[in-house]
């Protein structure tokens, strides 16, 4: 059994930052740390932090009053983020940079009024992060639209002053019925200066493309509830191939690999590598005897922490110098 690797795969940018964040606050503050929802979208790594002292929580209202909270990767609304400031919670905010670059979108938008449709996934929390941007006005609104049924159907007060956004996690490939389907009902339409989509899902998704015409299976490591896992495993659908999303290895079934001769594997943003080679691992006891990893996109993007996070850091670090000086 061939087993072809694709790339790139696994983390992204900001879903290093949002877990450096994390690992960082516990580092310097001690445990626990609330975290709202969870920071990035996989178990293997929930799970971990929490080993560590990150509290994973619904709602600020499970945070104890002057408690440290991380808010996810998904980005949060302004009401929580209002709810915060009134309850003087120490914040560090992990959101994907490419996130606040659509909820800043949404809020020039609220300020000129404009109806806004925003592509994306019903109840992701992304989705409920960037419809919380939109501070209401006079003749502005925010629609939610995932098909071009949704298109079709939904009305608005002047399609003369409307524009567009889309949920990050999405892809070209996903968005690009929908876009049409706007462009054609809405001829005004206001696009995005720059693409909201992710480059790293667009770059998985590419890579899939070119992994899924080598392979018999596909097998995605990333958990259910991510989105862009998700997408991942569903290219195999579009070319009638079986695809399975698994956690990690031992969700794996011997079965789907009887008679097979070549496997494809990779890994949605939110999966760390460990997970990767673990699947590998097990593929090998069951005749996997080749691994050849794919030639991709090279990727060299890197996030900062938050300017906060970066002071406290250098404060504690500074008086830990003149302590040891001392």
């Known amino acids: 059994m061939h087993i072809y ?63 440290t909270v991380i808010f996810s990767a998904h980005g949060v ?32 938008y609220a300020r000129e009024a404009r109806e806004v449709f925003l592509i994306g996934h019903d109840g992701h929390p992304e989705v409920e992060g960037t419809v ?48 049409e389907a706007l462009r054609t009902r809405f001829p005004a339409l206001k696009a995005p200066v720059k693409e909201d989509i992710c480059y790293a899902t667009q770059n998985r998704q590419d890579a899939v493309k070119d992994l899924i015409v080598r392979c ?17 495993r569903e290219m195999a659908d579009k070319v009638g191939k079986p695809g399975y999303l698994v956690d990690g290895p031992e969700h794996l079934r011997r079965e789907w690999f009887d008679g097979v ?12 590598e460990v997970l990767v080679q673990g699947v590998i691992a097990q593929l090998r006891l069951w005749g996997g005897e080749v691994v050849d990893e794919l030639k991709g996109r090279e990727e060299h993007v890197i ?17 830990s110098s003149d302590s040891s000086a001392g």
Do not use: W
Not at 78 to 89: N, P, W
Not at 261 to 271: M, Q
Not at 303 to 319: G, H, N, Q, W, Y
């Open 5 to 67: 690797l694709a790339n790139p795969r696994g983390f992204c940018a900001g879903v290093d930052r949002a877990i450096d964040i994390v690992e960082r606050a516990i580092q310097l503050f001690g445990a626990p740390i609330y975290v709202r929802h969870e920071v990035v979208h996989n178990k293997h790594v929930v799970d971990r932090l929490r080993e560590i002292g990150a509290v994973f929580v619904d709602e600020l209202d499970q945070v104890p009053d002057g408690a």
């Open 77 to 108: 609304s302004r009401a929580v983020q209002r709810e915060s400031e009134r309850r003087a919670l120490k914040v560090f905010d992990a959101t994907c940079p490419l996130v606040t670059k659509v909820h800043m979108e949404v809020t020039r």
């Open 132 to 179: 919380g941007q939109f501070d209401t006005v006079p003749g502005g609104a925010i629609y939610l639209v995932e098909t071009v049924e949704d298109v079709a159907r939904v009305a608005v007060r002047n399609p003369e002053h409307v524009a567009f956004v889309t949920q990050t996690t999405l892809s070209v490939d996903d968005t690009a019925s929908v876009v």
């Open 216 to 232: 018999e299976v596909l097998v995605v490591v990333g958990s259910a509830n991510s989105s862009n896992s998700s997408r991942l």
């Open 261 to 272: 001769n070549t496997v494809g594997v990779t890994a949605g943003a939110s999966a760390p």
């Open 303 to 319: 996030f900062a922490l938050p300017k906060t996070l970066r002071e406290v850091a250098k404060r504690i670090d500074s008086l």
